[in-house]
């Protein structure tokens, strides 16, 4: 293991992962992601430079505002972490510097699809589309693509059908709404991804966490039943994350 290029492509991600936390957090809010000074959520003021160093600076100001002394979102901070994990994750598992980079463009994405699903139950189309798209470019840019895209195609396929026939089996058993409208198109984007055995294990691998993930919250006092909604989207973004990492068949 190359253990400088781990650590620039750590470094990449925490850069990305501050720019997907700003993201995250100005989305629900309509707000222009590339226009725009970033603010303190509390006081409005405007952060200097030194206030926008990853991890660093939340550490030094021990999450706080240096003006106001608000408490700074954790998201912030979970964008930048999980953006340098996944980003030193995908140059040491990747064989190549092309497998890593785009190993780290399929994580980002479903980091930020993650943090969205996770505190908004929000998938946002365009993010899902541009996941899809994305993709498609990677898999023509491939050596001997056609015979990739055919597992690609049918993996995106067959991750859409799955959610989509859970979806309507539960609506006519139960009356009423069981997934998010976009579940089932996250699920084909990560399939487009991962390909058939990709998306079987990605899905399984989601539920398993989904389950223990009650299972916590139960233990933790919560009042989780049948009726109540976990971010689906959160854990299948999470479950493609690992499932790439570990390099199972495209």
Known sequence: MDWPWVLCGAGLGLLVGSFIGAVAMRLPRDEGIVTGRSKCDGCGRVLAVRDLLPVISYLFARGRCRACGATIDTQHLLAELGGALIGGA??????????????????????????????????????????????????????EWQEVALNQIAGGALGFALLAASALGYRWLR??????????????????WLGMFGVIATLLLAALAGIAAAIVLRLAGEDVDSQSALPLGLFLALAGIAVRMVGLPL
């Not at 069981?178 to 990560?190: N, Q, S, T, V, Y």
């Open 175 to 192: 009356g009423r709404e069981g997934l998010g409208k976009a579940d089932p198109w996250l699920l084909g984007a990560i399939g487009l």
């Open 90 to 143: 995908a140059v040491a598992l990747g064989a190549d510097w092309l497998d890593a980079l785009t190993t780290a463009i399929f994580g980002w994405q479903l980091l930020l699809l993650a943090l969205l699903d996770g505190r908004h139950f929000w998938l946002p189309t365009r993010l899902v589309a541009l996941l899809a798209v994305s993709s498609v470019l990677v898999t023509i840019s491939a050596d």
